[in-house]
């Protein structure tokens, strides 16, 4: 096998998206385009990937990492041009380069895997990763002889109206022998309408060198789909969807309403589970098997063990142990780590919240900063007075203690195990183990005075 490199074009502006945010970084299914065209050549062996930036160069290098090199493009002079910027990483090197743009986010690992094979099978100096479409327009078209061979690629705006009929497309992804794809670009010339250096003519003066040239042809027009305005952007978040939504069900996960879920690529859903409509689940997500995901759920980076029932609720940066209950409509958030067989229900904020198995905070709380252990129980309407306006400080509940409904419990405060707090309690001590902690105004009956108020004397 060749040494194999790869080339990610992301250096645009994206005019044609009417937008702040650079072309590549605009997201299809939870996960920016750039990534996405990573993704697809992350398992294909490469020695070195370099992704050429320009416009948002340092918001590009952040949501692309470590897992490539970078050069930068100042001025975006055209696709050749672009490519060209790696010459000081890769110029020098034997091997296969594959080309690919920023902006193609469906492509398939395993077609990139077939159009390498193919190219160093054929031992072919360039070839280019065809598809069909009958909508062609502006992409660039492929022009063949009359042997069928490929001639050269017309780019839409250079096209004559009769080469516009072809629906013969570019992928815009491509292998090359990278001393030849070098030693090419510096010939490419910018005389076209757009004033551009294109990479497609390093193909036509590879041929004027008699040089072999194969095309590869993708059978699924939707893998070489190019995103250039928001129109497009919606169709691959669309087929994106369906990729993975079927993924999903194929793999033994119940979705009741497929077109209303909504799933990152790098989410991970165990058997038997149920999603249910109007599911979002974001990057980073883990769920078990048999967990029921009712409608409306909004779950972000967090892991949900199994057997869990989660409606109508959100959970971000968090963790549901097993066999656990959330909602209808709590918030989990920021690092809260919930036990397993732990129950939180109607409008229950959790901020930070550590909960021990068992335990349970039902109805109308705020929890926040808060450790809770095993088996204890928060009643209705508790809530932790964790900030001062300034800083925030923490409280500890330790196991089998009952907080009654309606206390403020100011923070910061311990308190322990098998504690009672009534209800009512404004709690600023700490209590000690199986104590009874009661603060409230004494209750006074005035027989009788009912009668003499407003209310009574009707
Ligand atoms: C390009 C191809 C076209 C192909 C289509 C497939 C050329 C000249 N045209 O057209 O044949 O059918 O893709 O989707 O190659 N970029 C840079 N620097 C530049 C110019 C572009 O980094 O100077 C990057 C862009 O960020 C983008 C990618 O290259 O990710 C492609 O550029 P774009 O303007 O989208 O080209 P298309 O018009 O789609
Ligand atoms: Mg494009």
């Known amino acids: 096998m060749n040494n194999r490199y790869t080339v990610v074009l992301a250096a645009g502006k994206g005019t044609r998206m009417q937008s702040k945010l ?12 750039v990534e996405l065209v990573l993704d697809s050549v992350a ?22 990492g470590n897992r490539s090199k970078f050069v930068l493009q100042s001025d975006q002079l055209g696709t050749g041009h672009a490519v060209k910027m790696a010459k000081d990483i890769l110029a020098d090197k034997k091997g296969t380069t594959i080309v690919m743009y920023g902006d193609t986010p469906l492509i398939k690992s395993e077609t990139v895997d077939n159009m390498l ?14 598809s069909y479409t009958e909508n062609p327009y502006s992409y660039g078209r492929i022009i063949r002889d009359e042997k069928g061979k490929l001639l050269k690629i017309v780019e839409e705006k250079d096209a004559s109206v009769t080469e516009k009929q072809i629906k013969e497309i570019n992928s815009g992804i491509y292998c090359f022998d990278n001393e030849l794809l070098f ?14 250096y294109y990479l497609p003519d390093v193909l036509y003066l590879l041929r004027e060198k008699s040089e072999k040239i194969e095309t590869y042809f993708c059978a699924d027009f939707d893998e070489t789909f190019g995103v250039n305005d928001r129109v497009a952007l919606s169709y691959a978040e669309n087929v994106m969807r369906k990729r993975i939504n079927e993924k999903h069900m194929l793999n033994g996960v119940t979705l009741v309403d497929p077109s209303s879920t909504y799933i990152a690529p790098n989410a991970i859903i165990g058997r038997d589970t149920t999603i249910y409509p109007n599911v979002t689940i974001k990057s980073n997500t883990i769920i078990g098997d048999d967990c029921k995901i009712k409608p409306n759920s909004y779950l972000e980076n967090s892991k949900i063990g199994n057997s869990v029932d989660v409606l109508q609720s959100t959970i971000i940066d968090s963790e549901v142990g097993d066999n656990s209950t959330v909602g209808p409509y709590a918030h989990l958030r920021n690092n ?14 959790l901020k930070n919240a550590k909960y021990g198995n068992g335990a349970k905070t039902s109805h109308l709380s705020y929890m926040g900063d808060v450790t809770v252990g095993d088996n204890t129980n928060i009643g209705c309407g508790t809530i932790t007075v964790n900030y001062d306006g300034k800083n925030k400080y923490e409280t500890k509940i330790g196991k089998d ?28 001590e700490n209590i000690k183990d199986d104590t009874l902690a009661i603060a409230r105004v004494k209750q006074e009956n005035k027989e009788g005075y009912a009668k003499r108020l407003p209310a009574g004397r009707k």
């Open 183 to 196: 030693e090419m670009l510096e010939l490419v010339k910018n005389n076209n309408t757009q004033g551009e």
């Open 401 to 428: 203690t009952f907080i009654g409904c309606n206390s403020n419990l100011i923070a910061p405060l311990e308190i322990g195990n098998g504690v009672v707090v009534a209800a009512g309690t404004t709690v600023t």
């Open 22 to 33: 650079y072309k590549v970084l605009h997201k299809v299914c939870d996960r920016t385009m």
């Open 43 to 64: 398992d294909l062996n490469m020695k070195e990937i370099v992704t050429v930036v320009g416009h948002g160069a340092e918001l590009v290098k952040k949501a692309v």
């Open 117 to 130: 094979k193919h190219h160093e099978e054929t031992r072919a100096k360039a070839t280019v990763l065809t």
């Open 336 to 349: 809260t780590v919930l036990g397993s067989d732990v129950r939180v229900g109607n409008f229950v904020e």
